[in-house]
């Protein structure tokens, strides 16, 4: 189980009695005006201050739209079309940690991101572009 706390107190995690991925009220009763995605692998969340909610895993799309192992929803559980990550990532990603200055550390087991190559770990701005001012070293 993975959980991110978003800025409300409420709780993202990816298991549930609607979904795979839902949201606990403060209270821990399920939020069902939340309806978020359900894929089988989720092995990350992550939430922007804005209530914004990144997931990580293993999938190639969310509602019909192309979001190969990382895609960003919005704070209802709608797919956030703002956040263009291009094809993707070539393997599936572990995790996504949101930095002070909004980019996103992301890491997996890849080689390559939007047709990038890249080590396991690389960051995005906060638009889900490459970060090339990061460069992970190992």
């Known amino acids: 189980t ?3 706390i978003q ?9 549930g009695t609607t979904n795979l991925s839902y949201r606990l ?3 821990g009763t399920e939020d069902l005006s939340f309806i978020g995605p359900s894929f089988i692998d989720i092995r990350g969340i992550a939430i922007q201050p804005n209530g914004k909610v990144i997931f990580t895993g ?4 969310y509602l019909g739209n192309p979001s190969r192992d990382i895609v960003r ?9 703002t956040f263009d990550i ?3 990532s070539s393997n599936y ?3 996504a940690l949101v930095r002070p200055d909004g980019k996103i550390l992301v890491g997996g087991n890849i ?8 080590g396991n770990i690389f960051q995005l701005n906060s638009d889900g572009s490459i970060d090339t001012s990061f460069t992970d070293t190992d």
């Not at 800025?7 to 298991?15: E, L, P, R, S, V």
């Not at 293993?58 to 799309?61: I, K, L, M, T």
């Not at 929803?73 to 956030?80: H, Y």
């Open 2 to 4: 993975k959980l991110g």
């Open 7 to 15: 800025a409300d107190g409420k709780i993202i995690t990816n298991t």
């Open 111 to 118: 080689n390559s991101f939007n047709g990038v190559s890249l």
């Open 93 to 95: 990603l572990r995790q």
């Open 58 to 61: 293993q999938f190639d799309s």
């Open 25 to 27: 009220n403060t209270d």
């Open 86 to 88: 291009g094809t993707g």
């Open 73 to 81: 929803v919005n704070p209802d559980g709608s797919f956030d079309s």
